[in-house]
C-alpha cells in the first residue's frame, strides 16, 4: 500500500480503519482472537485479549521510508502507527487485553545536532556544520541520500528538506539505507504484561504472549531441554528459562539502605547493545548471545532525556534532572530552569538539593566515582549550583559571576557537602596556578585564588587521605580511612585503552575501594559512579572504539558492585544522561566485528564501516576511501559521517534505566529524566519522603 503522506483517502483505507474493523468483526468470537495488521498482532481469548502492534510492519512502510532514506515518510507511518494503538485501545479493555508494541529491528537513523527545544523535527540543527554548510537534525549513516559534488557534500541551502520525498543525508552511499544493530523496545500493558522486563531474546516476546492466553505449549508449560540454536526447542528453552525468572519476580518493597546510581555519560541503547557485542568478541565469542551485567537487572524502563529549553541535551541538564529531581535548562548545573545559562544573579534562590547532599543528611556515608574530572557537568551536579556547568575553577569565572559572588564548581565540591570518597581526575582546578603538578612538570594548577583546595578539603577530618597516583591508591587501607580523595589526572582520566595501570587505577578498582570505605557506616550509602564520561568523550570524538572500551570497563565495575553488595538492601541503577547519533548496522553476518567493515559493498564499490556516526570529525572530504578491519580496528580511527562537526553530538532519543533492588519496580515504562531521583529518594525515605514508612530488610 502507498505510504500515508500519499494514501488516496477516497480509495485506501487508514492503518486505524483497518485495525478498527478487524477488532469489531474478530471481537464477536467469545473465544477471543488473534489479528496481525501488518504492524499489529491481536490475541483474543477468554478471559484476555492479545494485541501485539510490531512497529517495524507497519504496512512495512516504516522500514521502507527508512530504506529509502526519507524521514519524512517513516516518521509520518509512525505517527499513523500510534494512532492505530490508540483506537485499538479505545475498542478493547486492559483487564483482559494484553496489547505489546514492539519493533522487528532498528535502522541506522540518526537524530541529534545541538537542536533548541521545539526545534522542527525535519528541520535544521541551528549551527552550520565545519564545512559552513548547513544539515538537518535527523541524517541517515547509510543509503541514498549520499550525495557528493565534486568531492563535498551536498548545500542544502536551497534545498526543501520539509518535502515529502527529501533523502536526509548518508555518510556511505547504498541503494537502500540498512537496519540496525541496536535493542528495540518492549512497551506492554494488560494481563501479564510485567512479564516483559529486562533485556531479552526477541523470541521471548512470542512465548510471553502464548503463556498469556495458555496457548500451546503453556498449557502445561513441560520444560524443554537445551538444543543448539539451529533448533526451535533451543530458543524456546531459553525462552521458558526467561519466563519463569519472569514468574518469580517479586517487588522488594523494602527500604534502601544503599543507594548506587552508575552513570553512563552518553550511552545510548546502540552503545549497550555494541557493547554487550564487544564484551563477548573479546572473550573469544560472536557476542551477540553475550549479556551484560545490566542485561541481567529485572525492571527497565526509559527515560525521556530533553532540557528545558533543549530539544537535544547536554550532560549538566541532564544531571541535575536524574541526581536531584528538577529538569533544567542546557549548560546548567543543580539550579532550576528559572536560571538562564551564564546568568549567575539568576541562580541565586534557584538552587536545588541533590539526592546525595540528601542521603548526607540522613545519615549515610556518600561517594563520587568518575573517569572524568570530578568537577565535570554529571558528577557536579551530585554538589553544585552553577549557572554555567564550565565555571570549573575560579579562572574560568566569568566578571558577572565574579561580582555577584558565584562560586566554581572545584569550591563547591569542597565547601558545599561533606563528600566521604572523591575518586577522578581534575587536579588542576583544585590548586593555585603556582603550583607544578606533581606528575606533568609543565602543568600547573588553575586557580587564581591562590586556594589549595585539597587541603581544604582534608581541614578538620580525621582518617583522610589523599592520593593521586595507583600506588598511593593501592596503599590506602579502607578499615582506617573514613575519607578518600585521589586525582589521577590533571583533566579527565584517561581512556581505558590508554590508561597506564602502574600510575592510575581502573573504574572498577576506584569503585570498589569507594564502596568498602562507604560500607563501614551501619546507615549506609549513597555512591555515584560515573565511567561513561570518556565513552560520551568517544563519541564526540568520532571514535567508536575508544567509547565501547570505556562501555565494557563500566559493565565490569557494575558487576563488581554486585558482588560487594546484596540485592536485599541495595538499590542499583543503571542509566544514561543522553545518547549520541551513533549507529550500529549495515547487512553484518553473526559475529561480525563490531568495529569491523560490512559483508557487503556500498553502492561505490567500497566497503564501509558497521558503526558509523550520523555527524562528526570522521567525515571525509573528496572520495570516500575504502576500508579494511585493519584501519577500522587502529585505536585512533575516526568512523565515518555524512556532515563535517570537530565534535559528534549527542543524541535526541530515550535511553534505557535498568534498575534491581529496594523499589527497583517503580521504574517501569516511559518517565521523564527527573523522575530517577525520586524514585532513588523514595527507596530510601529521604527527603521529601521522609514519611515513606517502608520496612528495614532483617539483615540490613
Request: aromatic share 8%; glycine share 8%.
Amino acid at each position: 500500500m502507498r505510504f500515508e503522506v500519499f494514501r488516496n483517502r477516497t480509495r485506501d483505507p487508514s492503518i486505524v480503519e483497518m485495525t478498527e474493523k478487524a477488532i469489531q468483526i474478530l471481537s464477536k468470537n467469545p473465544k477471543g482472537y488473534f489479528l496481525f495488521v501488518e504492524d499489529e498482532y491481536y490475541i483474543n481469548n477468554p478471559p484476555s485479549l492479545i494485541h501485539l502492534f510490531c512497529a517495524g510492519l507497519l504496512r512495512g512502510r516504516i522500514d521502507h521510508g527508512h530504506h529509502d532514506g526519507i524521514a519524512r515518510l517513516a516518521l509520518t507511518e509512525v505517527v499513523m502507527f500510534d494512532q492505530a494503538i490508540q483506537r485499538a485501545a479505545q475498542l478493547t479493555r486492559e483487564s483482559d487485553t494484553l496489547t505489546v508494541v514492539t519493533a522487528d529491528h532498528s535502522h541506522v537513523f540518526t537524530f541529534g545536532g545541538n537542536t533548541p527545544r521545539g526545534n522542527p523535527i525535519f528541520g535544521l540543527a541551528p549551527k552550520k556544520a565545519d564545512d559552513k554548510m548547513p544539515f538537518t537534525s535527523i541524517l541517515y549513516a547509510n543509503g541514498p541520500g549520499y550525495v557528493h559534488i565534486n568531492g563535498t557534500r551536498g548545500n542544502i541551502t536551497m534545498v526543501d528538506y520539509y518535502d515529502e520525498e527529501y533523502m536526509q543525508q548518508a555518510a556511505v552511499p547504498l541503494d537502500s539505507e540498512t537496519h540496525g544493530g541496536e535493542d528495540v523496545a518492549i512497551y506492554a500493558k494488560g494481563p501479564m504484561a510485567h512479564l516483559f522486563h529486562g533485556v531479552k531474546e526477541q523470541n521471548y516476546v512470542a512465548h510471553v504472549m502464548a503463556y498469556a492466553a495458555c496457548l500451546e505449549p503453556y498449557t502445561n508449560c513441560p520444560p524443554h531441554p537445551h538444543k543448539e540454536e539451529l533448533h526451535a526447542s533451543y530458543w524456546n528453552n531459553k525462552a521458558r528459562q526467561a519466563l519463569h525468572t519472569a514468574l518469580y519476580v517479586q517487588p522488594n518493597i523494602h527500604k534502601a539502605k544503599n543507594i548506587i546510581l552508575f552513570l553512563g555519560d552518553g550511552m545510548g541503547v546502540p552503545t549497550v547493545t555494541a557493547a554487550r557485542i564487544l564484551k563477548g568478541q573479546l572473550a573469544g565469542h560472536s557476542g551477540e548471545e553475550t549479556s551484560l551485567v545490566m542485561d541481567t537487572f529485572p525492571h527497565l524502563a526509559l527515560s525521556k532525556t530533553y532540557n528545558v529549553d533543549q530539544q537535544m541535551p547536554d550532560s549538566a541538564g541532564t544531571a541535575t534532572a536524574y541526581t536531584c529531581g528538577v529538569k533544567a535548562n542546557y549548560g546548567t548545573l543543580g539550579v532550576t530552569a528559572a536560571t538562564p545559562r551564564y546568568n549567575c544573579r539568576a541562580s541565586f534562590g534557584n538552587e536545588v538539593t541533590s539526592v546525595l547532599h540528601r542521603a548526607k543528611k540522613a545519615g549515610k556515608s556518600v561517594g563520587i566515582v568518575t573517569t572524568t574530572r570530578v568537577q565535570h557537568a554529571s558528577p557536579g551536579a551530585n554538589y553544585a549550583h552553577s549557572a554555567d556547568r564550565g565555571w570549573y575553577s575560579d579562572s574560568d569565572l566569568t566578571p558577572e559571576a565574579i561580582q555577584n559572588g558565584c562560586r566554581d564548581i572545584a569550591y563547591q565540591l569542597v565547601q558545599n557537602t561533606e563528600i566521604n570518597v572523591i575518586l577522578g581526575g581534575g587536579r588542576r582546578y583544585m590548586f593555585p596556578k603556582t603550583v607544578m603538578d606533581p606528575e606533568y612538570p609543565t602543568h600547573k594548577g588553575d586557580r587564581n585564588d591562590g586556594q589549595n583546595l585539597v587541603e581544604a578539603w582534608k581541614k578538620n577530618k580525621t582518617n583522610v587521605k589523599y592520593v593521586w597516583n595507583k600506588a598511593e591508591f593501592d596503599a590506602v587501607n579502607p578499615a582506617n580511612t573514613d575519607f578518600l580523595m585521589g586525582l589521577f589526572e590533571p583533566k579527565d582520566c584517561r581512556y581505558e585503552l590508554d590508561r597506564d595501570p602502574s600510575m592510575d587505577p581502573s573504574l572498577t578498582e576506584m569503585m570498589e575501594k569507594a564502596i568498602k570505605i562507604l560500607s563501614k557506616n551501619p546507615n549506609g550509602f549513597y555512591l555515584f559512579v560515573e565511567d561513561i564520561g570518556r565513552i560520551d568523550h568517544g563519541h564526540h570524538a568520532g571514535n567508536a572504539k575508544r567509547a565501547l572500551y570505556e562501555a565494557v570497563e563500566f559493565d565490569r565495575a557494575v558487576g563488581r558492585a554486585a558482588e560487594l553488595t546484596s540485592e536485599l538492601d541495595t538499590l542499583s541503577v543503571v542509566t544514561a544522561d543522553h545518547s549520541h547519533v551513533f549507529a550500529f548496522g549495515g547487512h553484518s553476518g553473526r559475529g561480525n566485528s563490531v568495529l569491523g567493515v560490512s559483508r557487503s559493498l556500498a553502492d561505490d564499490k567500497k566497503h564501509f564501516t558497521t558503526t558509523v556516526y550520523g555527524n562528526g570529525p570522521g567525515y571525509r572530504n573528496g572520495t570516500r576511501p575504502d576500508m579494511n578491519e585493519t584501519i577500522s580496528s587502529d585505536n585512533d580511527y575516526l568512523q565515518q559521517a555524512p556532515v563535517p562537526l570537530d565534535s559528534e553530538t549527542h543524541g535526541i532519543e530515550d535511553v534505557a534505566i535498568f534498575a534491581k533492588g529496594p523499589m527497583s519496580h517503580l521504574f517501569h515504562g516511559v518517565q521523564e529524566q527527573n523522575y530517577i531521583a525520586h524514585v532513588l529518594a523514595y527507596a530510601a525515605c529521604l527527603e521529601p519522603y521522609e514519611d515513606c514508612k517502608l520496612p528495614n530488610h532483617a539483615g540490613s
